[in-house]
């Protein structure tokens, strides 16, 4: 029996309310869905439109089994038969008008189970979304476990993703953006628990990275450790073994000091409601007018932070946005590294890493490493420069999106010249913009940037 779901919590009955149908015989439609067959799925289709609306054992409908088989095909053939789409079956298809449309005239699904596991968080994390940012702002939790779900938080239910690619997408987003990695869950599998299951080795170590708790235990009493012995995976054994050898992010910067380097006190922030505070964030991220008006009216928003757990000073200095980062410290907000390196404060820095040479793993909102800072506009090649000095990677990493990709997609041909020089892998796939990944290549060809593709093809990115 496949491990995974040997020890996977037993789902409760739970299609009340949710689009429900007649199951399937074995051997039948859905087995043509699942495997992706969608010359089947569409002459049985044409004969019979109902088959449309089967669901299987669990009660989850074929559409729900395509998307997650990944059939994105097979999906669509089932929709153009007039099927009226629920509200996790949109946010598994990526349809946000449909899903806010939705969301908005059924507010209480967010927090129901579906037959999928879970909240639509849930299953938009089981198809390695990019979107999951949406669900969080109308109102998904990211660490509810619904009851008659899986027992899960949206976290552990990444894992379960068919994909490798897809589980990674999903953890490192929702645990880079408020959801507690160590949250309970059923069995008491954990996060790394189900790592281990996967025998992933990527997913071990982002799992550590992001401070999973490697003595926990789960409902047999046996540490993420113990499982990897138990299934005959010596090579996760021996990492959870010599864990603390292995990186974790840092973000100790994030509330410390201010410009003046003065110790950060984090004003009562009590009746300004977290809508208001994404509004802020929101438009920190661009609208240095419309983040005037925020803090005239009250200087408190200067420390809005979003569902997304994104500070408002680090939306702009993501994107590297320097008249808005400006107009925030110049009301107090904490001067983080990150926003030290998108500000193209060399000072800053060599402050920080003097202070705390670990902090070089540091991350920013959404699980940014300091190397893509170094892309934006008043990023430079001398912090970058530093940085490798201080033993960053040319290559760090988020869902495999390296500040290469960041460079092409600028584009900053200057920053492709630095990094293929420093050893920047030309060929590294990336999951922020298509959760089938993109390399450096494909962004630059897409975008028809017929220079930075020459200068790829020159370093050997052949894909």
Request: net charge negative; with cysteine; charged share 25%.
């Amino acid at each position: 029996m496949n491990p995974l779901m040997a020890l996977r919590p037993p789902l409760a009955s739970n299609s009340a309310g949710w689009r429900g149908g007649a199951a399937a015989p074995a051997g039948s439609f859905l087995d043509a869905v699942r495997a992706g067959d969608l010359e089947r799925v569409q002459t049985e289709l044409a004969y019979d439109p109902a088959l449309a609306r089967l669901t299987d054992e669990r009660g989850r409908s074929a559409f729900v089994l395509a998307q997650l088989a990944g059939h994105r095909a097979v999906a669509s053939a089932l929709a153009q038969t007039g099927l009226e789409l629920d509200l996790v079956e949109v946010a598994m298809a990526e349809d946000w008008n449909r899903f806010d449309a939705l969301s908005a005239a059924t507010p209480e699904r967010l927090a129901e189970a579906h037959p999928v596991g879970g909240t639509p968080l849930h299953a938009a994390a089981l198809v390695g979304s990019t979107g999951l940012w949406r669900l969080r702002s109308a109102g998904c939790e990211s660490d509810a476990r619904p009851q008659g779900g899986n027992g899960y938080t949206a976290a552990r239910t990444a894992l379960e993703a068919l994909r490798e690619s897809w589980a990674v997408i999903g953890l490192t987003d929702l645990c880079s953006n408020g959801a507690n990695i160590n949250a309970s869950q059923a069995a008491g599998s954990s996060v790394l628990h189900g790592a281990v299951l996967r025998k992933s080795e990527a997913l071990l170590r982002l799992a550590i990275r992001k401070g999973s708790e490697v003595s926990a235990r789960n409902a047999k009493g046996q540490t993420a450790e113990d499982l990897a012995r138990e299934l005959g995976w010596a090579a996760g054994a021996e990492l959870l073994k010599n864990h603390k050898s292995l990186p974790r992010d840092n973000r100790s910067s994030r509330f410390a000091v201010d410009a003046n380097l003065d110790p950060i006190v984090r004003p009562d922030m009590q009746g300004l409601a977290r809508k208001l505070q994404s509004e802020v964030t929101s438009a920190s991220h661009f609208n240095l007018a419309k983040v005037k008006e925020f803090v005239a009216s009250d200087e408190r928003l200067v420390f809005s932070i979003s569902t997304d757990d994104e500070l408002a000073i680090e939306a702009c200095a993501h994107i590297g946005s320097t008249d808005v980062m400006q107009l925030h410290l110049d009301h107090g907000a904490p001067y983080s590294l990150p926003t030290a390196v998108s500000m193209g404060d060399a000072s800053m820095v060599k402050y920080w890493l003097d202070r705390d040479g670990s902090l070089v793993r540091e991350r920013g909102a959404h699980d940014y490493p300091l190397m893509w800072y170094t892309v934006n506009r008043n990023g430079s090649l001398e912090i970058a420069e530093l940085l490798l000095e201080r033993g960053a990677d040319v290559d760090q990493e988020s869902m495999g999106t390296t500040a290469l990709h960041w460079s092409v997609k600028r584009p900053r041909p200057d920053r492709v010249a630095w990094f293929l020089e420093h050893g920047a892998d030309p060929e590294a796939v990336a999951f922020n913009w298509d959760r089938d990944g993109t390399t450096p290549l494909q962004l630059a060809e897409a975008a028809g940037s017929a220079d930075i593709v020459r200068q790829l093809k020159a370093a050997g990115a052949r894909r």
